[in-house]
């Protein structure tokens, strides 16, 4: 297969990745092709915003999809099922990202159709008709519905599984300290410590592991048919009430009424998940410093997020 990549997609897997990006570029038309063959696909098209993995819509033949089903002739044979591949450099949150697919197993996440772990591929059902939930202008319902599928997706974590533990992702703030010798570089210094006390306030207690989506924001939730599914979990284990931190977060229109829209969304988080409001506010700020340290580690920029730590800090409730 023929690839023109984004140049922008290209470098951040070069630089993300290093030695085993440029080999994974170089390996990818051969990894689409294999996937092709395997999987029956056609009409395979990337999605304009490729980022830290190769994403595409295809097409996939009905025989294929009812492989083992007995569904092999007439017109469900010569039908077709709209897919999505998935193909990254194999690491630690690929695997956990299969491995939360296949848990979920459709229930408020896409399908998983087809894995293969150690080659880095993957095929999903395709959410249609697709609509984002950042597309929503009522911010209220947007909230609401995000709720809706927290409480579909969250489960009791397995026991088993290459699952990604949330308080290994907090173990960013260690990494903070070691870069600036025990400073907080150009992280405000009070944010960071606030982030910390919370973090490990919250680790602390006992409390009920979960796996959830890890990652849930605007974009990664999809309208399908009558409902909406999450896509792209990171299949995080640790409390529950960390998932409000990337949906608080989320890049808003109007910067003017950020503080104001945030409050909103905390009181309905609380009514709706049975989190008290304190705790929401805590972990949407841990989350706001953390993701400022992961983009200063990579070189992008991290001050909307410190930003926003910064008005969560400021808001009484």
């Known amino acids: 297969m023929r690839l023109e990549l984004p140049l922008d997609f290209v470098q951040t897997i070069q630089n993300t990745f290093k030695e085993r990006g440029y080999q994974f570029l170089s390996d990818l ?3 689409i092709d294999d996937a092709s063959r395997r999987w029956s696909l056609k009409n395979i098209q990337p999605v304009p915003n490729l980022s830290y993995n ?3 819509f295809a097409t996939r033949s009905a025989c294929a999809s009812a492989a083992g089903t007995g569904e092999r002739s007439g017109k469900a044979a010569q039908s ?12 630690p949150e690929l695997t ?3 491995a939360a697919l296949r848990f979920f197993d459709g229930r408020g996440a896409a399908r998983l159709l087809e894995a293969d772990g150690a080659r880095g591929m993957f095929l999903m059902e395709r959410v249609e008709p697709g609509k984002m939930l950042a597309s929503l202008e009522d911010d209220d319902r947007a909230t609401h519905i995000a709720a809706n599928v927290m409480l579909n997706l969250w489960r009791p974590a397995p026991t088993e599984g290459a699952f ?3 308080s290994d992702w907090f173990k960013g703030f260690e990494k903070l300290r070691a870069r600036f010798e025990g400073g907080t570089g150009p992280l405000e210094k009070s944010l960071v410590e606030r982030a910390e006390r919370a973090a490990t306030e919250f ?5 009920a592991p979960m796996l959830i989506h890890g990652d849930l924001h605007h974009f990664n939730i999809l309208l399908s048919k009558d409902s909406w599914l999450a896509i792209d979990p990171k299949g995080v284990t640790g409390p529950a009430a960390y998932e409000v931190g990337p949906l608080l977060i989320n890049p808003w229109s109007d910067e003017t009424k ?7 969304r ?9 989190f008290e409001h304190e705790r929401i506010l805590e972990w949407g700020l841990a989350h706001a410093v953390l993701s400022a340290w992961w983009s200063l580690e990579e070189n992008s920029e991290w001050k909307f997020a410190m930003a926003f730590a910064e008005i969560l800090s400021e808001i009484k409730l």
Do not use: M, W
Request: a neutral charge; charged letters at 20%; hydrophobic letters at 45%.
């Open 29 to 31: 038309p051969a990894l």
């Open 54 to 56: 190769f994403v595409a």
């Open 80 to 91: 077709k099922s709209n897919v999505v591949l998935k193909i990254g450099v194999p690491n």
């Open 96 to 98: 956990s990202e299969i």
């Open 164 to 166: 990604i533990k949330l």
């Open 203 to 207: 680790f602390s207690e006992d409390y």
């Open 258 to 264: 950020i503080s104001q829209h945030t409050e909103r």
């Open 266 to 274: 905390i009181a309905i988080l609380a009514e709706r998940l049975g």
